[in-house]
């Protein structure tokens, strides 16, 4: 039996932080993004429409990422958010929790937090929403 994917990730890259490249301050970007370099802030896609994040072998973030699909070999300090696909390459370190919808995790892959199944639940979480007694 052959397996297909059922998410295709977009390798087109419209943003490059290079190798040698420090970027100090929060992100936001559309369509394709790769870092080989280190982002200390936050990294989050435009909510425009989805986005793919790459995250390569030498790069980093320290800082939340938010992105609908990641590809990540080297190193998040922060809570992750993928919306639709992440997958977890051999290399990848997360020290975060990681909220997803769809994960793949090769071997060797490292997550220092919770895995948080997003499903399809709404933005709120059960523990935002609070209930009131009738009386």
Request: charged letters at 20%; aromatic letters at 6%.
């Amino acid at each position: 039996m052959f397996f297909k994917k059922s998410v295709q990730i977009d390798s087109h890259i419209d943003t490059l932080i290079g190798h040698e490249t420090q970027l100090n301050g929060n992100m936001q970007f559309a369509g394709g993004l790769r870092v080989d370099g280190l982002i200390v802030g936050n990294v989050i896609e435009k909510q425009t429409h989805p986005s793919t994040l790459i995250i390569s072998e030498n790069g980093a973030v320290t800082g939340s990422v938010e992105a609908s699909k990641i590809v990540l070999n080297g190193m998040i300090r922060g809570p992750v958010r993928s919306s639709v696909f992440i997958e977890l390459q051999s290399k990848a370190r997360i020290i975060g929790d990681l909220y997803y919808k769809s994960l793949e995790m090769h071997t060797g892959a490292v997550i220092e937090g919770k895995l948080i199944y997003l499903g399809e639940q709404s933005e709120a979480s059960p523990t935002e929403t609070s209930t009131t007694e009738a009386t």
